[in-house]
């Protein structure tokens, strides 16, 4: 019986992640490649929402956050992603729940010393590990990869790519 | 069902994020990539026409940046650790510059001050030649006078130190405009502008000579300590020539700036020894001036006799003929 636990508690615990989930969550963001070499990783943080699906072990959410990192000199990004996004529970008999994940929508990008901003696409693919606190709460970790798309624009070089790590906490409504 | 209807909504949702996002501005590559370029050069001239180093001296000068400013931000915080050779074969004694690395100024920011934070600063050639100081994580033989660096015009406090910032001067402001390429040439003259000193404790090294006291050999390690330095910004493509005749040396400055601001070496004019003055900014109005003085008279006591009427300069690549 591997991918389903049919135990009682099991099932409970199973049926109350399966609830429209609200959550926080905060942890650092990191910046790669180019970008590593102009800020510094620093504390980012959201919040969001999720609601099942008519297939069982899809769920459908939107995300908001945000993450400042500045550097030792001039230079800064502040970044507001706000997406949609696709998450999968992997159907495996364990204690804790699998999660993966995959997103888009836009970033509000604010970069310094230029002081611009604008809205940028973004896409998104996630893992998060969690497991329950009792039937209200869940805990958690998630990893997310992001990647601000400005190919796409004339004269652009580079998409911008941050690595999020960060503690969840679910409310399962 | 309200999920969903909810579900339905963010679905629908999802594509407008992505709609409202289709021209714009490249601001990751804006970030990654620098419009400003920093050129630090140790001569006198502004160009290429800096004469040969005078034979006879130390071979060697170690240079430790730790970062440069402008006004106080920190637009350069990038550390330059540098060996450079007494000679023609780089770029901070041939006129070319040496790249410092850098990113970008404040937009629409107004600057007026360079400051340039030097930790070392030595020559090597002592008395005795096993005299050594540390640098770049190992000794090096030479004497390091930074820390005699310490007094400023007519003052014998010793707590002023002159080079940690070393305050540069920008003749006529940056006005950076975001826009192209900005390069920012900080200018201190330390070719042919050395000489010996003696501390008390009896080792001769060389150093750069004061531009505004007369340093004698008394008191045993007093080296004044103030350099002459000069910073300029242009925006790469809106820049032109002008040519002047006569002098040995031709010299351009804001016109905005008072010459007396620049005479006695206080700080060194946009100069050369070519009669053809490059990178003057279009559309700054500029005086002109020539010299018939030799570089060690003008670092301490030059003037200038004009050469005519302000220029200014208003396509790039105009050249004006005074």
Known sequence: MLWENVSASGLRRRDDFMKPQAGIWFGPGMPLFELYDKVEPALGGGAFFRLNTPLTYFKTG???????????????ISLVPIYGNVLFLLPIKFPMNFQFKLGAGGVKVYIKPEEKQQFDPLFMAGLEVSFMAGRMVNFGLRFDYMVIYEKHLSGAKYNGYFFNTGLTLYFNL | MKNTKLLLLILILLPLLFTSSCDGEPLITELVENRVKVLLKGTLESDESAPVWAGGGPGVLYLDISEIRADGDRFANYRLVEKIPVNETNGFFNGKGL?????????????KNIEVYIRKMGFNGTSPSSTTFYFDDEDVYGYDFNPMQLRVEGSTDTDDNLVFPLYVPVAGGIKYDGEGEWILEVRIVIKNNIRQYTTSGGITFWAIADNINTVTSSPAGYIGGNLASIAYAYKKGYTGTITIGGGSYQVAIPAEDDISEYVNGKIPPYISQTGVLENIPVGVPMKVYTTGSDQATIIKSGTYSSAGADVLLTVPGENANR
């Open chain 2, 99 to 111: 790249n410092y690395k850098s990113d970008d100024l404040y937009i629409d920011s107004t600057y």
């Open chain 1, 62 to 76: 939107v995300e908001v956050g945000y993450q400042k990192h500045n550097s030792q000199g001039v230079n800064g």
